[in-house]
């Protein structure tokens, strides 16, 4: 597994290196929406997991190859926060980059409550949680999170981020219709997001592949939404703006002409592609749907494989 991953051109953050501290698929949560697929590992518990002589090297020889970075972004394919000392990591990547580049740092919120946690976060300029429901029910039907994980331990963890943190919060609630898209629910989140305060909110909708089929909340039910919580927030309304097309046109390319040549796993894909996990994701979802590469499970190692 290589711990970075791009540059990648994101829609918010511009060129930004994905720092990928945690394996497919160890997360807290399991998504209804989630793009990297299900939660095989669900844990709340923090580890510490990575090779530091790897992590450095890494990040040295990506430097030495001199790519245009706006972020370096902790993200990847589960929740960053579930990796133990994350300060320290943000330190090394800090002091590697000579502080040229500001830290974000993408999270679930699970562990927010936690102040160990929130003490490391510190170390980041930039910090995107997300709250994708107003209530405990809708939190358990959207999120499914780990044991010991409730709503209000999200919103308090939010709301004691915000009181002690000093860089940038930009809060992101994925919208489900159906399901979180209802006019009580958006009072309600109005309420959450009025105490928490946040820099800037973006509202997502489940335009990727995700392991279930979510539908999309009508743009009447979307403006009302904006209007209750806040005129001025932003909606990622197409998942991909027309750079971020170009480039996932890129990936695409690479990844077919990979997968003509050898079978692959997702990992060895973003590992030997410098892609991100995501937009790898995207690629090989709809090359299955297209017919163009099949899945193939070897000694539990899923595998892709061009039909030739
Ligand atoms: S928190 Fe993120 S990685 Fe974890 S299941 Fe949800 S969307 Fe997927």
């Keep these: 597994m290589s711990y970075f991953y791009g540059p990648v051109l994101s829609r918010r953050l511009g060129f930004s290196l994905g720092v990928d501290l945690i ?18 590992t669900m844990t709340a518990r923090r580890f510490f997991k990575v090779d ?82 107003a209530g405990a029910k809708t939190f358990h039907e959207i999120n499914r999170p780990a044991k010991g994980i409730t709503f209000k331990k999200i919103v308090e963890g939010l709301i004691a981020l915000r009181k002690e943190f000093k860089g940038q919060i930009w809060l992101e609630i994925m919208i489900l219709a159906n399901i979180n898209d209802s006019i009580k629910e958006a009072k309600e989140f109005k309420r959450i997001v009025d105490k928490v305060n946040p820099d800037k909110i973006q509202l997502n909708l489940p335009v990727r592949p995700a392991p279930i ?17 806040d005129s001025n927030i932003e909606v ?26 050898r079978p692959a ?3 060895d894909l973003v590992g030997s592609l410098g892609l991100d996990v995501k937009e790898v994701n995207i690629c090989v979802n709809n090359f299955i749907k297209e017919n163009k590469i099949k899945e193939k499970v070897v000694n539990k190692k899923c ?6």
């Design 23 to 40: 394996p497919k698929k160890v997360c807290s949560f399991d998504c209804l929406y989630c793009q990297v697929g299900v939660t095989t």
């Design 52 to 133: 530091l002589v790897v992590f450095k090297k890494e990040l040295k020889d990506i430097l030495r190859k001199q790519p245009k970075i706006d972020y370096i972004t902790f993200s990847g394919s589960g929740e960053p926060t579930l990796h133990k000392d994350l300060d320290k990591l943000i330190r090394i990547v800090k002091k590697i980059t000579k502080n040229r580049y500001p830290i974000c740092v993408i999270t679930n919120s699970s562990l927010l409550y936690r102040k160990d946690v929130r003490k490391e976060l510190k170390e980041a300029d930039l910090i995107v949680p997300s709250l994708d429901a």
């Design 213 to 229: 089929k979510l539908k999309l909340s009508s743009k009447e039910k979307i403006d009302k939404i904006k209007e209750i919580i």
């Design 236 to 261: 990622a309304e197409s998942s991909l703006n027309k750079e971020q097309k170009k480039c996932l046109v890129n990936a695409q390319d690479k990844i077919m002409e990979y997968l003509r040549r």
């Design 265 to 267: 796993t997702l990992d």
């Design 303 to 308: 595998y892709y494989i061009g039909n030739n």
